[in-house]
């Protein structure tokens, strides 16, 4: 894409298709909290909604090319299927139109070296993408529901943060009071993927060990509007990748 170091870099948010009520009318309609895009535009980047298409592939490689970062957001469960694992009976119901867009821009994003931020189930979704597996309700494989309290409300957890990593350079070493609700998390981290923060020997967070930024938290960093960093670590990352247009792969 054209290099142009003096507009606001363009950011892509992955969204549902929903069933959505709006006065008489009922109908399905791209999905997206407005915390996840008031995150980016109050760090400096523009948002951009990325409901799932017909052709993930042919789809991802049109929409990549106008953007500058990119952000797998929180939802619903990833599909067993895709890391070779039985069906749990706590998993959400599949949905394979959102995990087939939200891989092929991840694919897409790492061959153009697209900054990535990837937020809970965005997370969850890279590790898989990177060959890693899930497990699938927490509470049997780590005996707490700390991280899911339910009934729409946020636990706060803590996690630590390793120094030295990318994700200390824009939170800092040390111990993180985050905002969690999701009762999956992973198990075996994918290739080339170095967790730098945990819980309890869970992975809360992880970044590539290999050219490009992807940085992934299983934390919802856009639930604390007082702390805006992860964001604007990516729209600072984003308007480098702008600023020297970086060809495809």
């Known amino acids: 894409m054209a290099s142009n170091a003096f507009r606001k870099p363009l950011i892509g948010l992955t969204t549902y298709l929903e069933q959505a009520k709006q006065g008489v009318w009922d109908v399905r309609a791209a999905f ?29 490689e049109a929409v990549l090319d106008g953007l500058d970062g990119l952000i797998l957001t929180g939802g619903r469960d990833v599909q067993p299927e895709l890391y070779g ?7 959400d119901e599949p949905r394979p139109d959102r ?5 092929a821009l991840f694919r897409g994003a790492e061959q153009r070296r697209l900054p ?4 809970c189930r965005g997370l969850q979704l890279v590790n898989v993408a990177r060959g890693g597996t899930l497990h ?17 409300v946020f636990a706060t957890n803590d996690v630590i943060v390793d120094e030295g990593s990318r994700l200390a350079e824009l939170v800092g070493p040390g111990e993180l009071e985050v905002h969690s609700y999701h009762h999956q998390g992973i198990d075996r981290l994918g290739a080339g993927l170095v967790a730098t923060a945990h819980t309890d020997g869970l992975v809360q967070a992880f970044e590539s060990d290999g050219e490009g930024y992807v940085l992934g938290v299983q934390w919802h960093p856009e639930q604390n509007q007082e702390d805006r960093r992860l964001f604007a670590g990516l729209v600072a990352e984003a308007s480098v990748y702008a600023s020297r247009g970086v060809p495809t792969a």
């Not at 400096?44 to 017909?54: H, I």
């Not at 694992?85 to 998993?91: F, G, I, N, V």
């Not at 990535?116 to 937020?119: D, H, Y």
């Not at 699938?136 to 729409?152: N, W, Y």
């Open 85 to 91: 694992a039985q069906r749990h009976p706590l998993t």
């Open 99 to 103: 995990d087939a867009w939200e891989l």
């Open 136 to 152: 699938q309700h927490l509470p049997e494989a780590l005996g707490t529901e700390r991280f899911r309290v339910g009934g729409g």
């Open 116 to 119: 990535v931020l990837a937020i």
């Open 32 to 60: 997206l909290p407005q915390v996840y895009f008031d995150s980016v535009t109050a760090s400096g980047g523009v948002a951009v909604l990325l409901p799932p298409q017909p052709d993930p592939e042919i789809a991802a």
